[in-house]
């Protein structure tokens, strides 16, 4: 017999003994036309993902995985399936999450759906909010009550002396004054153990902020380096808002891991080699929120294309960064930012970066940055089962990242797409 008849004939074999075998007890399998398994892995077509209590038990092409017994989840079959998305700049100051311990659980389930649940999100981090607030509705979704994602919160953020910027005046007055302002390293070091005890995954800075009439406020060196020595110690990360380069080289000082935003500058804001070469040197990480610019100047009505260049400017930023071997992470600025869909931030950066480079930041590099690799960000077995099923390739069009039929979280459904 020729070989290859032999191996077909093995290969066969292979096949018709993983359909019919049983799927471990408890499990449940949904099925893709398409499945990313990760950035630099090719996709599979005709796949299959079975999961038990949470965690994924096999991945690849559906001839040779054990699906028989399997419950399934009729809703979710049919898609392109990736892992589940982290947007790494989320709040969870909208009034919608105020009172998070006695609010109805329906009423944050439709508030959590809306913004997070029905775009594939099943990790956040959240990079400033009432601390308190966030732990407490963190501690519903993680008692099952509430279909919800993952949150990681820097709780209290740590502003300038005097330096409460002028986009947040209009908050109540008696939150404005709870805010930290420390004026000295004991103030800053009080502030961040007192946030990191109450339950903060990491600290974040706002190194330069705005005030108005062109008046800037920045943090002081001292103090932001010892915010961020403090957390570094715990073994946790340190994000800051820069506003401009000014405030990058603060991070850059700082020792800061993820700066949360470009910066904007109508055409002038280039990030340089040197600036780069720094930034990669500390290892930082860039939270892009491109959209977030078009958003804000057009509130502001500047006219359109003063809004394009700065948004040019930031894009520009990113696709130097990322070229330069620097880290992305994906993130929008939800919560502070009222449009929720991240359609528009998919298509900016597809200015900049691949369709992979982009899944990348959705799911294996906020994995890897928060030291989570072991468990999220590919779907592999032994993987928390945290899946995002989308109706359309991604890789076809970025923008297709935003189109979700569902999106599971340890194996729970926490979106389906309403008439799937
Ligand atoms: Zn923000």
């Known amino acids: ?99 998070a311990r006695e609010k109805p659980a329906t009423e944050l389930r439709a508030a959590l759906t809306d913004m997070l649940n ?39 953020a740590l502003y300038p002396k005097d330096g409460i910027p002028i986009y947040l005046r209009d908050l109540p007055p008696e939150f404005l004054a709870g805010l930290s302002q420390p004026a000295s390293v004991e103030e800053a070091l009080e502030d961040v153990q007192a946030n990191l005890d109450g339950g903060a995954d990491a600290t974040k800075l706002f190194l330069m902020t705005p005030l108005g009439a062109g008046r800037y406020a ?5 103090i932001a380096l010892a915010a961020a020595d403090e957390t570094h110690r715990r073994g946790l990360l340190v994000l800051a808002h820069p506003t401009d380069i000014e405030g990058i080289n603060l991070a850059i000082e700082a020792g800061v891991d993820v700066l949360v935003h470009t910066t904007i500058g109508e055409g002038k804001t280039v990030w340089d080699a040197a600036l780069i070469n720094q930034m990669l040197a500390k290892g930082m990480a860039v939270v892009p929120t491109l959209m977030l610019f078009p958003y804000e100047l057009h509130r502001a009505k500047l006219p359109p294309e003063v809004v394009e260049l700065a948004t040019g400017d930031a894009v520009e930023q990113l696709r130097s960064y990322s070229k330069a071997g620097g880290q992305v992470l994906f993130g929008t ?34 994995a890897g940055r928060w030291k989570e690799s072991e468990r999220r960000g590919r779907v ?26 569902c999106t599971l979280r340890a194996g729970k459904p926490t979106f389906e797409r309403p008439g799937a």
Request: with cysteine; charged share 20%.
């Open 218 to 222: 920045f943090m002081l060196p001292d």
């Open 333 to 366: 600025d939800v919560g502070y930012m009222a449009d929720y869909d991240p359609t528009e931030e998919y298509r900016l950066m597809a200015r900049a970066l691949s369709p992979m480079q982009i899944l990348a930041a959705l799911t294996t590099g906020p």
């Open 118 to 156: 029905r775009f594939g999100f099943t990790t956040v981090v959240d990079t400033a909010s009432v601390l308190g607030n966030t732990v407490a509705l963190r501690a519903r979704i993680e008692a099952g009550e509430i279909p919800g994602p993952r949150i990681l919160t820097a709780g209290g």
């Open 380 to 405: 592999e077995a032994g993987m928390d089962a945290d899946l995002a099923v989308l109706e359309a390739d991604p890789g076809a069009d970025a923008a297709n990242f935003a189109k979700l039929r």
């Open 1 to 99: 017999m020729p070989r290859h008849a032999t191996s077909v004939i093995a290969l066969a074999a292979l096949l018709l003994a993983a359909c019919g075998e049983r799927a471990p007890e408890g499990s449940t399998v949904i099925r893709a036309a398409r499945l990313y398994v990760a950035p630099d892995a090719p996709p599979v077509d005709d796949a299959a993902v079975v999961f038990v209590d949470g965690r994924i038990v096999a991945a690849g092409p559906v001839g040779e995985i054990a699906t028989r017994g399997a419950a399934r989840l009729p809703a979710c079959d049919g898609g392109v399936v990736t892992a589940g998305f982290q947007n790494s700049h989320v709040h969870f100051t909208e009034t919608k999450f105020a009172g």
